[in-house]
């Protein structure tokens, strides 16, 4: 029976290719043997891939419900690694486009959420995260031996990769896969480190400092270089911090405006009156002109948020409400009532 490689992917005919690479992506590191997964799924996710990610042999797919190797590439013919590097899966592909260059290893980026109030946002802060991350072993110096010593791998002769030549009716194809054997590092260790079981790192907890500019925005990612995981024979990945902003209970934040409903008397709307407002950064004062109609907007230039990465500042706008009471005496109605047979207030 003919697999069904679109259920395989957990996608349908209908799927992007960006789509069809990022559900890969997503089950291979789910299903990868190297993380515990089983071996024949993974099997399957890369036959799956091989035949979906490639025009002709999704379209012969599609039209036949199989594929055949000999009409095809006749393998898989890329890298894993490939893959979650962001790069073109199938390697150097053609054949005479010359030696690959060395790739450095990068370790794997570390994602955290910090959660800042708006005072925070508009002052600037410090804060100190924990994070849980892999970090060189100090045993063996990040070189996984127990003695620091290493041989060249046999299968790939010290390479890291693997190249098969085959002859295809759309003509010659070289085809380059990471080696199995030094999992692409083209050396192997004699003995392994007791400590980092030959891996190079080891996992620990590190506190770090983060500088928190003033007007940072919800939702901002900012990345710190070199602060993430560790990796054998290669640089550190980066700690990339997801920025979420706590709701005040009284100001909103639109950009670098701040937005605040204040609430006054009728008698103060109609008569006027100065007002005191309590703000983020202490108390300021404003007139309430007679006449003031509910829902003006009242604007004081300077008192939002600074604006991220410049010397611009927002405004504080104010948006005036009456503030009407619950309940009035006897007294006030009849006031209320003569009030009322003015002209003015009709």
Known sequence: MA????????????STEVEIKSAYRKKAKEHHPDKGGDEAEFKDLNE????????????????????????????????????????????????GFGEQKQRVRKGQNIRIKVKLTLEEIIRGCKKKVKISKQTECEKCKGTGSKD??????????GSGTLIQSQQTPIGHIR????????????KIIKDKCIYCKGIGTIPKDEIIDIDMPAGILDGMTLSMPGKGNSV?????????????EIPHSKFERQDS???????????DLILGSPSEIDTIEGKIRINIDPGTPVGKILKVKGKGIPHYNSGYRGDLLIKIDAQIPKSVTEEEKEI???????????
């Not at 069904?4 to 209908?14: A, F, T």
């Not at 054998?232 to 990339?240: H, T």
């Not at 405006?257 to 008698?267: A, F």
């Not at 209320?336 to 009709?346: A, C, G, P, Y």
Request: proline letters at 3%.
């Open 148 to 157: 620091g010593k290493t041989i060249s791998c046999t299968t790939c002769g």
């Open 48 to 95: 799956a891939y091989s035949v979906l990610s490639n025009p002709e042999k999704k379209q012969r797919y599609d039209q036949f419900g199989t594929s055949d190797p000999q009409q095809g590439f006749g393998g898989f013919g890329f890298d894993i690694n490939e893959i979650f590097r962001n790069q073109n899966p199938f390697g150097d592909f053609f054949h």
């Open 3 to 14: 697999k069904d490689y679109y259920e395989i992917l957990g996608i349908d005919k209908n």
């Open 257 to 267: 405006d701040l937005h605040y409903t204040h609430k006054v008397s009728l008698i």
């Open 232 to 244: 054998k024979d290669g640089i550190n990945g980066d700690l990339m911090i997801l920025i979420e």
């Open 175 to 186: 085809t380059q896969t990471t080696c199995h054997t030094c999992n692409g590092e083209g």
């Open 336 to 346: 209320l009532k003569k009030l009322k047979t003015s002209k003015n207030f009709k």
